[in-house]
């Protein structure tokens, strides 16, 4: 995970939460599957800001926008 500062911040998330470590890996490998399969669907190569993007937008702020 020090390559991916996106699965980094969702493993930080997970282990603040209080998932332990195992499960916390679990949760961002299962994650890049599905990113993974997403891009071998539609054929486009992984792009980290892509993968990631539904991270950097809080439920908050884009609830107080709407």
């Known amino acids: 995970m020090t390559a991916s500062p ?37 054929r486009t190569l992984y792009n980290e800001e892509t993968a990631w993007a539904h991270r950097s937008s809080k439920p908050e702020e884009s609830a107080v926008a709407a």
Request: charged share 25%; net charge positive.
């Open 6 to 42: 996106g699965a980094r911040a969702l493993y930080d998330e997970l282990r603040a939460r209080g998932t332990d470590h195992f499960a916390a890996c679990r949760h961002v490998a299962n994650r890049l599957v599905g990113i993974l399969h997403g891009c071998l669907k539609t």
